[in-house]
């Protein structure tokens, strides 16, 4: 009954490749976001969704594409794979999208680009 | 351009005692101030939050003062307990802002039997 899941865990990939990490919430919310934790630690926002609308899209490389297929499901796919994409990746969600809607996190998916 | 800050990366506290953590901010647009607890290969965990209408906020052993003059807020725990041993992140939001979260870096907190 885990609240925010995503999948997989671990994965480890070579330079070039394309991958995909999926998210899914059991908690009703509308909101769902994908979070990056680099190698020093900071974690910092890519992208939300509310309602299957995109709604937050930060600096982040082309190669990165969120996808919502349904208010549950918020999915990150990720082209050309390159060194530097090596983090921990973190979905959340939240009951909305306004300033105070606790942000629920998901285990992360710890992503070694090679 | 790190708009939150927390410095002194790590803390060793007994049990029982008190843990302090600070954190600064730079936005004077931020509006909503939350601490998240994390454990190893866990997603960060919802602790406590303020509101920049209040200065201070407790739950239970938790306690997060905002000081907006200053740009500052700290999280007190108290009395520590070898359970908190974690990473605590300081993050806040602004309004308008989609609920978009700015993190700091976190504080490693160890609490010794």
């Known amino acids: 009954d885990t609240a925010v899941s995503q999948t997989p865990k671990y994965l480890v990939t070579q330079m070039g490749n394309d991958k995909s990490i999926k998210c899914e919430q059991n908690?009703?919310?509308?909101?769902m976001y994908w979070y990056k934790q680099d190698s020093k630690k900071f974690l910092k926002i890519m992208f939300s969704?509310?309602?299957?609308?995109?709604?937050i899209n930060e600096t982040v490389p082309n190669r990165f594409s969120p996808k919502s297929p349904d208010k549950a499901h918020l999915n990150l796919h990720i082209n050309s794979l390159e060194l530097g994409d090596s983090a921990v990746y973190f979905c959340?969600?939240?009951?909305?999208?306004?300033?105070?809607?606790?942000?629920?996190f998901g285990p992360g998916t710890r992503l070694l680009v090679l | 351009d790190q708009q939150v800050k927390q410095n002194s990366p790590s803390l060793s506290v007994q049990e029982g005692r008190i843990s302090i953590l600070n954190c600064d901010y730079t936005?004077?647009?931020?509006?909503?101030f939350l601490w998240y607890k994390k454990y190893p290969a866990e997603g960060p965990t919802f602790l406590i939050s303020?509101?920049?209408?209040?200065d201070k906020n407790e739950d239970g052993r938790f306690t997060v003062f905002l000081n907006k003059s200053a740009k500052h807020l700290s999280l007190h725990i108290v009395p520590s307990q070898p359970g908190d041993s974690a990473v605590y992140f300081c993050?806040?939001?602004?309004?308008?802002?989609?609920?978009?979260?700015?993190f700091g870096k976190g504080n490693q907190v160890v609490v010794i039997p």
């Open positions: 959340a969600s939240s009951r909305a999208q306004a300033i105070r809607e606790t942000q629920y």
């Open positions: 908690l009703g919310h509308d909101t």
């Open positions: 969704y509310n309602n299957k609308e995109l709604i």
């Open positions: 936005n004077s647009m931020f509006d909503y």
């Open positions: 303020i509101s920049s209408i209040k």
């Open positions: 993050a806040a939001s602004a309004v308008p802002g989609n609920n978009r979260l700015a």
